[in-house]
């Protein structure tokens, strides 16, 4: 015979040939072309090979692509079924967009680049994000200088109120710990910023002049952050006058001029007040010894009153120099706000004190002694024996 082709030959290579197409598997990811969209089911050609299906939650990706799917759009799906009870292979747009973020979070942790990430829920010890059921926890400890909540004694209603004001933003962060197994991310804000940060802390200079937003205030100062940096002002360094609450100088996100006076490592001082002229300059030509003087008491102390002689120049009464009564109370002769007059008696520029005298009103010229301005007279902490020895020397 010349010619043994026959029909059941070639119905045995049909059925070689088509061993040789594997059915999608599951855990496999496969491309498909759409071909029909209905209210509970998408089914997708899979190269003529199968029919695929997806339903219910499985339609629902990060995405959202159900809500522009065509039929003919080619689309990547995740295989949860070889196949159903109705021959159809059973896939996942929802997974298949969890492997890609899941390849994506491995390629970043590995190559330690920083991805974008949007908190959706805050407790007090972080923020918390969900992305196709991968979970990420971004703590506390690891948000930037500009996100991470100051607050006066650590009061965990006021931290979280703080960072539930985070949620929905776009956040860069850095993937720190990554546990595929449990489907969990540990992610770093502050160290996404780590490199910018050694960039700008090499560059900085005291002395310089930069412009911020306030990140912090608290009881002894404000934190500012710039560059990608973060630096303290001290309540010493806020205003050449007295300063009793930094509150009353900005709010938080407020941006502020400062001038860089120290850098120890990653530890930077800042100043606000020394981007103004020092009124000091200027009054130590107007205030000299034995000029009169009037002005606004603002604050009374156990050793003495404050007085203001001008914005940002304050006078200190001491106690002793009140009135002529031993250990006298100065809140049983001057109340905060009271008006009243008084000599200066001493003046330090560089330290900026002016010591004032009521008492001193009413002496006599010839009798009355030659004074200096001791640091026992201004300073908050002035012990009691030191004020009887200063009594003893005045007279």
């Not at 002005?295 to 009140?322: C, Q, W, Y």
Request: proline share 4%; glycine share 8%; with cysteine.
């Amino acid at each position: 015979m010349k010619n043994t082709y026959t029909a059941s030959a070639v119905m045995d290579e049909l059925l070689r040939s088509s061993t040789d197409i594997s059915s999608p598997l599951p855990g496999e990811l496969v491309e498909g072309t759409v071909v029909s969209i209905t209210k509970n089911k998408i089914l997708v050609d899979l190269d003529g090979i199968a029919t695929g299906m997806i339903s219910g939650q499985e339609a629902c990706d990060s995405l959202d692509t159900l809500k522009s799917l065509k039929v003919g759009d080619s689309i990547s799906a995740y295989v949860l079924e070889e196949e159903n009870e109705d021959g159809l292979v059973v896939l996942s747009l929802r997974k298949a967009s969890q492997e890609k973020t899941w390849k994506r979070f491995v390629d970043s942790y590995q190559s330690q680049k920083s991805i974008q990430v949007i908190p959706n829920e805050a407790n007090k010890g972080g923020l918390l994000l969900n992305i196709d059921g991968i979970k990420g926890f971004i703590p506390v400890s690891q948000l930037a200088p500009l996100h991470y909540p100051r607050v006066d004694g650590a009061d965990s209603n006021v931290i979280l109120a703080r960072l539930q004001k985070l949620i929905g933003l776009t956040l860069s962060v850095r993937i720190i710990n990554l546990d595929r197994e449990g489907g969990k991310l540990i992610l770093s804000e502050k160290a996404a910023e780590e490199e910018v940060r050694e960039g700008s802390l090499n560059k900085l200079e005291v002395g310089q002049t930069v412009k911020g937003k306030i990140s912090g205030i608290v009881k002894f100062g404000i934190f500012v952050t710039f560059d990608g940096l973060e630096g303290l002002v001290h309540i010493s360094e806020i205003a050449w006058g007295h300063v009793k609450d930094p509150h009353d100088y900005g709010r938080l996100g407020d941006p502020v001029d400062i001038m860089v006076i120290g850098k120890d490592k990653d530890k930077i001082s800042l100043s606000i007040k020394r981007l103004t002229p020092d009124p000091w300059v200027s009054a130590t030509k107007k205030y000299q010894i034995g000029t009169l003087v009037e002005g606004e008491i603002t604050r009374i102390t156990p050793f003495g009153a404050f007085m203001r002689l001008e914005n940002d120049i304050n006078g200190l009464i001491h106690v002793s120099e009140i009135s002529n009564e031993e250990n006298a109370d100065p809140s049983q002769s001057i109340k905060v706000g009271d008006k009243i007059k008084a000599k200066v008696i001493a003046i330090d520029p560089e330290d900026h004190r002016v010591g004032l005298s009521i008492k001193a009103l009413s002496e006599k010229p010839e009798k009355k002694a030659k004074k200096t301005l001791k640091d026992e007279d201004i300073t908050d902490g002035a012990k009691e024996e030191k004020k009887k020895k200063t009594k003893k020397d005045e007279l």
